[in-house]
């Protein structure tokens, strides 16, 4: 058993989630962010790759209006434990839990920081097994994950067949091929090895486009 994985994109109609230079807030509108943390309300967990928490430092916490009772547990991917005990997450880890997930021994500052640091066996890239990473999130009770970036980390969630649902925020702009991708490598070869989804909604969210989408 392993949790249901819902991936998040909020990207350009290209594709694409930040310029060259890193630029992406904010890619997509007030509603679509709106309906982004409505998302993250109904997760047990939301996770990002360390790339993110770095670049960002973000919070990710629930900041919509009469949603701030609904919290999920904020999960790090971080092989080497780069998170800062200064980070906003490691700063508010006592009052939301947040977990990071190594293949190191748990560093002892994010431990004192409240940070809970499990360490899980490494894949072939020397980065957590998903499939580990997963099985101990599982075990932790939670069964619903929103992941919400960056594209190496959605693309090694959709190497190994864990994404469920796709859920697409797509902003009326083109940022073109030199912008960062939302989803990384997927050593597809052929048209046959590509991963395939249903559609189940597409409307409009603000001056953005939402779509919805389930494995098959």
Do not use: N
Not at 56 to 77: A, C, F, K, S
């Amino acid at each position: 058993m392993r949790p249901r994985v819902t991936l998040k994109l909020a990207t350009s109609l290209d594709g694409r989630i930040a310029t060259a230079s890193g630029e992406s807030q904010w890619i997509t509108g007030e509603a679509a962010r709106a309906e982004g943390h409505r998302l993250r309300a109904s997760h047990d967990a939301i996770l990002i790759g360390v790339g993110t928490a770095l670049a960002d430092d973000p919070l990710l916490t629930v900041r919509q209006p009469g949603l701030e009772h609904r919290q999920p547990v904020r999960v790090v991917l971080d092989s080497r434990q780069r998170l800062s005990p200064g980070s906003k997450l490691a700063l508010t880890a006592r009052e939301s839990p947040v977990i990071v997930l190594t293949v190191q021994l748990p560093a002892p500052a994010l431990v004192r920081a409240g940070v809970e640091v499990i360490q899980v066996h490494a894949g072939r890239d020397g980065r957590p097994s998903l499939t580990h990473v997963l099985t101990a999130l599982r075990g932790r009770g939670l069964i619903s994950l929103l992941v919400e970036g960056g594209g190496e980390v959605a693309a090694s969630f959709l190497r190994c067949d864990a994404v469920d649902r796709l859920e697409w925020f797509r902003a009326p702009i083109l940022l073109g091929a030199e912008g960062r991708p939302c989803v990384g490598t997927l050593a597809v070869e052929e048209l046959g090895q590509a991963r395939r989804f249903r559609r189940l909604a597409a409307e409009p969210c603000g001056d953005d486009l939402w779509e919805r989408y389930e494995r098959l």
